[in-house]
């Protein structure tokens, strides 16, 4: 079953701008990673945050986590198409091994 | 080094038929995860194999679905009777440490695409 939802479902902005995706989850958290996918085939890790963490910086990429609000949004800073992509955050629980994964966010970076 | 590969890439079958998806996983990952990713259902997890183990076979939706992993390394999906409702792209991950660690990035690979017909 879900964890959670992301928003939005859909994303379009320009090459050069920002993206702000944001990922809600249901239950207490040991870690959330978010996934990049590609043409609904596999999935690229991107970036983990742990549950005593609340910001993390990886290149282009900064996420928060609020685990008062079950939340965490990923940006992307100065986006390319080639970021165009499907977004998806994905949660474990303590002493758990299964990712449970959002919805996802469709991302599209125009030239 | 080599990543997660599962093959075939593509499977078109025919209702009632069996089929078997095939993961390598990453040289020396213990943990092995098979997830499946359909339109109604988002990324549903399936399975998960510590060594050659299932500790937890929740995630299978019926039991014409199953799993098998041998020396510790490659692991097979086997659906029996498919369906269409079985149409989807069936993901594989590894990992490194099983859910003892904190730590547990899972690497997918490029995913078996079934289409039941």
Known sequence: ?111 | GAGVSQSPSNKVTEKGKDVELRCDPISGHTALYWYRQSLGQGLEFLIYFQGNSAPDKSGLPSDRFSAERTGGSVSTLTIQRTQQEDSAVYLCASSLKDHGSSYNEQFFGPGTRLTVL
């Open chain 1, 1 to 111: 079953s879900q964890q959670g939802e992301e928003d939005p479902q859909a994303l379009s902005i320009q090459e050069g701008e920002n993206a702000t995706m944001n990922c809600s989850y249901k239950t207490s958290i040991n870690n959330l990673q978010w996934y990049r996918q590609n043409s609904g085939r596999g999935l690229v890790h991107l970036i983990l945050i742990r549950s005593n963490e609340r910001e993390k910086h990886s290149g282009r990429l900064r996420v928060t986590l609020d685990t008062s609000k079950k939340s965490s949004s990923l940006l992307i800073t100065a986006s390319r198409a080639a970021d165009t992509a499907s977004y998806f955050c994905a949660t474990t629980g303590a002493g758990s091994y299964q990712l449970t994964f959002g919805k996802g966010t469709k991302l599209s970076v125009i030239p």
